[in-house]
T-cell receptor, first 113, second 116 residues
């Protein structure tokens, strides 16, 4: 059974700091991995999608990397802003699980002005 | 990009009544949609997978007679919480994937259900 773990569970940083969120998964036979952002009481917004054949994806100040063999992904946020405050979730789609996603518990990020 | 619309965003109902939540893919066809439930400060729990034109596949422990799912078209899936009870109060989120998978999974904005 695929398990997805995110560390840390919560993170508080001052504005402007660069930060890294971690996601690990137990089954390396993944189809893809997706990072989401969730604001309180809202749905999920997709940030980055990394296919199993890719090593990283970038969008603006966000960079996500994927190391299938070690079962890890990181989300790097550069020059953090108060507007980045949210819960960040990683989700893995296995090759054999059909279309279902397995989510981590999330990292709650607070960026202080 | 792909957009999923979910309504209502918030609903309060009396115990014993039924509530219907709609999930629409606005600019793409979704043969498969997913329904999740989220408890406070927890991650998403998959409830069921909704397939267009066929019966939904429910996860273990989810009562299919309580959570009725209908996927009548390639752009619409509905979740009906029947005979709702206070313990059904939660945040429900739907998700869909467009066929090519180019955009990964797109999520609705969620529905906050409160049963009083």
């Amino acid at each position: 059974k695929q398990e997805v773990t995110q560390i840390p569970a919560a993170l508080s940083v001052p504005e402007g700091e660069n930060l890294v969120l971690n996601c690990s998964f137990t089954d390396s036979a993944i189809y893809n991995l997706q990072w989401f952002r969730q604001d309180p009481g809202k749905g999920l917004t997709s940030l980055l999608l990394i296919q199993s054949s890719q090593r990283e994806q970038t969008s603006g100040r966000l960079n996500a990397s994927l190391d299938k063999s070690s079962g890890r992904s990181t989300l790097y946020i550069a020059a953090s802003q108060p507007g980045d405050s949210a819960t960040y979730l990683c989700a893995v789609r296995l090759e054999t699980s059909g279309s279902r996603l397995t989510f981590g518990e999330g990292t709650q990020l607070t960026v202080n002005p | 990009g792909a957009v999923v619309s979910q309504h209502p965003s918030r609903v309060i109902c009396k115990s014993g009544t039924s509530v219907k939540i709609e999930c629409r893919s606005l600019d793409f066809q979704a043969t498969t949609m997913f329904w999740y439930r989220q408890f406070p400060k927890q991650s998403l729990m998959l409830m069921a997978t909704s397939n267009e034109g066929s019966k939904a596949t429910y996860e273990q422990g989810v009562e299919k007679d309580k959570f009725l799912i209908n996927h009548a078209s390639l752009t619409l899936s509905t979740l009906t919480v029947t005979s709702a009870h206070p313990e059904d109060s939660s945040f429900y989120i739907c998700s869909a994937r467009e066929r090519t998978g180019e955009y990964g999974y797109t999520f609705g904005s969620g529905t906050r259900l409160t049963v009083v």
